[in-house]
T-cell receptor, first 117, second 111 residues
Framework: GAVVSQHPSRVICKSGTSVKIECRSL??????MFWYRQFPKQSLMLMAT?????????EQGVEKDKFLINHASLTLSTLTVTSAHPEDSSFYIC?????????????FGNGTRLTVT | DAKTTQPPSMDCAEGRAANLPCNHS???????VYWYRQIHSQGPQYIIH???NNETNEMASLIITEDRKSSTLILPHATLRDTAVYYC????????????FGTGTSLTVIP
């Protein structure tokens, strides 16, 4: 149980366009989802915390107008990279915690490799 | 920000136990220690977590010192498939508590 699915797994887009990444919890309900970014040979960097039905909370230095997060249901959160530039090329990973549990672990998706040309 | 310190890399012979240390000297009383690993180009995989008692599951054992300022993840019989980056994370663990990743330990299991 506790499967998190991300789509797409890979995407290539042109500079200036927008890209949407979906994160779904397949077999549980998630009130909170987290979005991370990972550059080559580096650790995961938390970008934002996404709560169902409310605005996302962004980490310091992350542009909320560039990285739009929508958590419209208990099983789906989306990250839209707007006006993408080559420096936005990265590995984006989402994770989720189960509804109604304390001391819970995070369950991660398998990531989305974004390449901006 | 990450509250943990780990050695950047370690090697382990196949079949031997891999002992991965983690320092978390500023851990607070309600925070858990979590271990995840990441194999190249995949999402992190949960391994184990604990509060103050030692824990064991089918993947690994977690030894937490009595003062909770450090812990050790033990893979009892390392295989080549255990080659990965291992992350130690401290978090309150409640839904909505953030998980901040440190730099992790790159474990290489050698045949």
């Amino acid at each position: 149980g506790a499967v998190v699915s991300q789509h797409p797994s890979r995407v290539i887009c042109k500079s200036g366009t927008s890209v949407k990444i979906e994160c779904r919890s397949l077999d549980f309900q998630a009130t909170t989802m987290f979005w991370y970014r990972q550059f080559p040979k580096q650790s995961l960097m938390l970008m934002a915390t996404s709560n169902e039905g409310s605005k996302a909370t962004y980490e310091q230095g992350v542009e909320k107008d560039k990285f739009l997060i929508n958590h419209a249901s208990l099983t789906l959160s989306t990250l839209t990279v707007t006006s993408a530039h080559p420096e936005d090329s990265s590995f984006y990973i989402c994770s989720a915690t189960k509804l109604g549990t304390a001391k819970e672990t995070l369950h991660f998706g398998n990531g989305t490799r974004l390449t901006v040309t | 920000d990450a509250k943990t310190t780990q050695p950047p890399s370690m090697d382990c012979a196949e079949g031997r136990a891999a002992n991965l240390p983690c320092n978390h000297s500023t851990i607070s009383g309600n925070e858990y220690v979590y271990w995840y690993r990441q194999i190249h180009s995949q999402g992190p995989q949960y391994i184990i977590h604990g509060l103050k008692n030692n824990e064991t599951n089918e993947m690994a054992s977690l030894i937490i010192t009595e003062d909770r300022k450090s812990s050790t993840l033990i893979l009892p019989h390392a295989t080549l498939r255990d080659t990965a980056v291992y992350y130690c994370i401290v978090s309150g663990g409640y839904t909505g508590n953030q998980f901040y990743f440190g730099t992790g330990t790159s474990l290489t299991v050698i045949p």
